[in-house]
C-alpha cells in the first residue's frame, strides 16, 4: 500500500515533530509552513506575522499501521484544539491549531472528529480546517530540532510532558 502525507498545525513544529516521530507508521516528519500568502516563507518573517502562515509538521505515514482519524486523535491529545493562535506560551496565528486536508475525505474526518471531540471541551474547538494550498518546508535546522538541539529550555520546558502524554494514552502506538 502506498504512504500517505497528511498536515498539522498545533502550536511549535518543534513539539509536533518530536512527539510524531516516536508514532509507528509515521514514516517522515517534515516541519515547514502552511495557510498563507507568502510564495517563499521563512521563520523570521513567519514569526513576526507578516506571511499568514501557521507552523505545521507534514507527516507521511503507512495507512497499513496507523490511520488518517488515529493521527488526529494523537493531534488533539498532544495540543488545546481550544486556543485561538496560542499553543501554551507561544501566542500568534503562527501557532494556531490546523488540519490542512490533501483531499475531501480528510476534510470530512477532520470535521467529523471535531464535531466528536467538542462535547469533550468547555470551550469551543477552534481548529481551522482548510485544503493545503502549498507545504513550504522549514529551513533545515528545523527538521528534528529536538533531537539535535536536546538541551534547549524551550525544548526542555515543553516537549517531554506532550512524550509523556504520548505514552501514557498512545503507548500502544509507538514505535519499538
Known amino acids: 500500500m502506498a504512504m500517505e502525507t497528511c498536515v498539522l498545525g498545533g502550536g511549535c513544529f518543534w513539539c509536533l515533530d518530536a512527539s510524531f516521530r516516536l508514532v ?11 495557510g498563507g500568502d507568502d510564495p517563499a516563507p521563512t521563520y523570521e518573517a513567519v514569526c513576526r506575522g507578516t506571511t499568514g502562515h501557521a507552523e505545521v509538521v507534514e507527516l507521511t505515514y503507512d495507512p497499513a499501521v496507523i490511520g488518517f482519524r488515529d493521527l488526529l486523535t494523537i493531534f488533539f491529545a498532544l495540543h488545546d484544539p481550544t486556543t485561538p493562535n496560542r499553543q501554551g506560551n507561544d501566542v500568534d496565528t503562527q501557532y494556531r491549531s490546523a488540519i490542512y486536508t490533501l483531499d475531501e475525505d480528510q476534510a470530512r474526518e477532520a470535521r467529523e472528529m ?3 471531540l467538542a462535547v469533550d471541551y468547555a470551550a469551543p474547538i477552534v481548529t481551522e480546517v482548510a485544503p493545503l494550498a502549498v507545504f513550504h518546508p522549514a529551513e533545515d535546522y528545523h527538521q528534528d530540532y529536538f533531537t539535535k538541539n536536546p538541551g534547549n529550555a524551550y525544548c526542555q520546558y515543553v516537549i517531554p510532558p506532550k512524550r509523556h502524554k504520548l505514552a501514557q494514552h498512545f503507548g500502544h502506538r509507538l514505535k519499538g
Open 24 to 34: 509507528e507508521g509515521v514514516e517522515q516528519v517534515v516541519c515547514g509552513y502552511a
Open 114 to 116: 471535531i464535531d466528536a
